[in-house]
């Protein structure tokens, strides 16, 4: 990261003094803040879940629209806000980012009623927005080329992880400290109002602006799209929503079909949201598979394995018995090493290419599936597996979102790491049908939680997921440009 950048400007005049007073380091410092916000707001409601229920007056079903919403909006925000970064300005548009997710986490916490908490969490969406919009500031400052680039990823990525530690255990401290059973849902309310009066003046605005117009018909056709199949996905198999149902399949095909004409439309528009031509190279597609796949594992196991940790042997012949708080304590072997994974990345990459480390982090999940597997009876162990599980996420996570940004120009920088994380998200939301589909034909009647078999399955299926995520990732080649993606080769 420098205070100067050599690429010629298309912001107005006077303006490269502006950027060249901006220390690198407070640059690294509002972007590793930005992302702590953003794990906050997303880690801090696991440990207030089970209180909401009867502060709301809403059953354990009802909070799936909870998660549902959130990632419908996520999907929605992803791409006009990246696209808008690209055009307009990333500092811009992620001010307006800053308050959008502001004004949610305050009607979050203002919540006395189960709509509410709802609105809120669908602006509290638009932290998907974040990452983007930040990779392209870090990009567009950077005169270190793609290694300078990676760096500050990696640092994104860990800030990210430790923020989701932070809201959990913020929340869950604040629960059990104050009387008041919603004081805790200010938590993401205080964290965001910080990060946006902190950054306000320290964040550059990118000096590369190409120029445009947002592609409104192309934002909408895939925010349509992707939305009626995450909604299949996120509500197929609960009632009313089975997967034979009129509803959940017409979500699916209908998703399905708009999303094929967007591809269309985009294909004949000069200026498209997205560059669907994109996916013609190998690496492109090999990135967003290997996404799918460590995303499916990581986003499907994560209530599970929760779930697994707080089960009473004694009651089911299963499980690790833990209280909230020690779910929350033991969920941070996981983060941890997913922090580290990510922060070491760069160096893995460049120790044995970018190919390697992808198949190794594939692998590793795999290794820490297996050991949870077969060790789910000791505490210490299973932990060990979601530890060595993480440390191969954090592999990946740095890994996809590197590659997937330099795989696109550098004036579609937001919008390749846009790309990247709805494919995060549909990723997940994949894994949690999987996982919620393998519970519900395992869960006897009458009884609130499945056999032991439903665990064995996921558990088994996520390694298999895994092992295919390496095989896919074997066939990825370096650009032929390396650090210059903007000239659009790729290697064969």
């Known amino acids: 990261m420098t205070d100067t950048d050599a690429r010629p400007s298309h912001s107005p005049a006077g303006a490269s003094s502006a950027l060249r007073a901006t220390p690198a380091g407070a640059v690294i410092a509002s972007v590793m803040l930005v992302e702590l916000t953003s794990g906050i707001t997303q880690g801090f409601l696991s440990p207030l879940l089970r209180g909401l229920t009867d502060t709301l007056g809403v059953t354990a079903a009802d909070l799936n629209w909870i998660s549902i919403a959130n990632l419908l909006a996520s999907v929605a925000f992803t791409p006009v806000l990246s696209r808008m970064g690209d055009l307009y300005g990333h500092r811009r548009v992620l001010r307006w980012n800053l308050l959008i997710v502001l004004l ?14 709802l609105c809120g969490q669908i602006l509290q969406g638009a932290f998907a927005g974040f990452f983007p919009l930040l990779v392209g500031i870090l990009r567009n400052r950077s005169r270190g080329g793609d290694a300078e680039s990676r760096r500050g990823i990696s640092v994104m990525v860990a800030a990210l992880v430790a923020g989701l530690a932070l809201g959990l255990v913020a929340s869950g401290f604040v629960a059990g400290a104050v009387d008041s059973p919603t004081a805790a849902l200010w938590v993401p309310a205080v964290a965001t109002g910080l990060a946006l009066a902190i950054t306000w003046p320290l964040l550059p605005e990118s000096d590369h602006r190409p120029g445009g117009r947002i592609d409104w018909a192309g934002g909408v056709l895939l925010c349509v799209g992707l939305t009626a199949v995450m909604l299949g996905l996120g509500l197929g198999g609960t009632p009313g929503w089975e997967w034979t ?12 079909l708009v999303t094929a004409v967007w591809v269309r439309v985009e294909l004949r528009t000069p200026q498209p949201m997205i560059d669907v031509t994109m996916f013609r190279r190998r690496g492109v597609v090999v990135v967003s598979l290997v996404t799918l796949t460590f995303t499916f594992c990581m986003i499907g196991l994560q209530v599970a394995n929760a779930v697994f940790m707080g089960t009473d042997p004694a009651t089911y012949g299963y499980g690790l018995g833990l209280g909230p708080f020690a779910i929350a304590v033991g969920m941070l072997p996981n983060l941890l090493a997913l922090a580290l994974g990510a922060l070491i990345a760069p160096a893995v990459a460049a120790a044995i290419s970018d190919r390697l480390t992808l198949v190794t982090g594939s692998l590793l999940m795999a290794a820490g599936y297996v050991l949870s597997l077969s060790f789910h009876g000791d505490l210490a162990l299973f932990l060990a597996g979601t530890a060595v599980a993480g440390l191969g996420t954090g592999f990946l996570q740095h890994s996809t979102r590197t590659l997937a940004v330099e795989s696109v120009p550098h004036d579609r920088t937001s919008v390749g790491s846009g790309i990247n994380e709805l494919l995060i998200n549909v990723g997940g939301s994949i894994g949690a049908a999987a996982v919620l589909t393998v519970f519900a034909s395992r869960t006897p009647a009458g009884r609130p939680l499945p056999e032991l078999s439903a665990y064995t399955v996921t558990w088994t299926v996520c390694a298999l997921v895994s092992v295919a995520g390496a095989a896919i990732a074997l ?11 903007g000239t659009g080769q790729v290697g064969r």
Not at 104 to 109: K, Y
Not at 475 to 485: K, L
């Open 104 to 117: 949610g986490s305050v009607l979050v916490g203002l919540s006395r009623d189960f709509g509410t908490l």
């Open 245 to 256: 149902s009129v509803r959940t399949l017409g979500c699916l095909v209908g998703g399905a």
């Open 475 to 485: 066939v990825y080649r370096r650009p032929r440009a390396a650090g210059t993606a």
